[in-house]
């Protein structure tokens, strides 16, 4: 049991250059969501899914797209890099139960993007 | 608009001693409280919650305080340990199920 796993670790892209940053959960989760942490900003909600071909916006939508054709994969793309966008990318993926106390979100250990 | 606000970028402990972490947030309609840990290059991990019809859960050393008439939260870590250093998110359940973070306080426990 893998839990939330992210590729790759670490990118450096190129202003203009697309990426797509993948998470993986393996706990057969409804829930997935991709958040983006900067210096002094902590979490940041990007984009997020409660369920296999479904997407909303979260918070920072702007620049980014993302896509959830398996329950167990989240896509995060970058179509056109800027530097706005260096950051470190988590994904994170939960039930949830309808209890609150069964909502924790588990966490991937991320993936840092540098754009030069 | 920042709704769930860490005040303290950071704070130092002696190892053994008490840490207080704050948080105040400024929606009402919150229902659910919860604080991540968090450890350089790893993701956050879940640490503990509490419900907005109590006022005080506890779990070993940890301990979280919920103040809603002042929307003001804590965590209590005692004794505190060197492992406990790290960043800590305070964070709150949306009516939509989305969880809001504060923007994190660095701990260090000093020896």
């Known amino acids: 049991n893998a839990g939330v796993t992210q590729t790759p670790k670490f990118r450096v892209l190129k202003t203009g250059q697309s990426m797509t940053l993948l998470c993986a959960q393996d706990m057969n989760h409804e829930y997935m969501y991709w958040y983006r942490q900067d210096p002094g900003m902590g979490l940041r909600l990007i984009h997020y899914?409660?369920?296999?071909?479904?997407?909303a916006k979260g918070e920072v939508p702007d620049g980014y797209n993302v896509s959830r054709l398996k329950k167990q994969n989240f896509l995060l793309g970058l179509e056109s890099a800027a530097p706005s966008q260096t950051s470190v990318y988590f994904c994170a993926s939960s039930l949830p139960t309808g209890r609150r106390e069964d909502n924790e979100q588990f966490f991937g250990p991320g993936t840092r993007l540098t754009v030069l | 608009d920042q709704q769930v606000k860490q005040n303290s970028p950071s704070l130092s402990v002696q190892e053994g001693r008490i840490s207080i972490l704050n948080c105040d947030y400024t929606?009402?309609?919150?229902?659910?409280f919860l604080w991540y840990k968090k450890y350089p290059a790893e993701g956050p991990t879940f640490l503990i919650s509490i419900s907005s019809i109590k006022d005080k859960n506890e779990d070993g050393r940890f301990t979280v305080f919920l103040n809603k008439s002042a929307k003001h939260l804590s965590l209590h870590i005692v004794p505190s340990q060197p492992g406990d250093s790290a960043v800590y998110f305070c964070?709150?359940?949306?009516?939509?199920?989305?969880?809001?973070f504060g923007k994190g306080t660095r701990l260090h426990i000093l020896p």
């Open positions: 899914s409660v369920g296999e071909g479904t997407t």
């Open positions: 964070a709150a359940h949306s009516l939509e199920d989305k969880i809001i």
């Open positions: 929606n009402s309609m919150f229902d659910y």
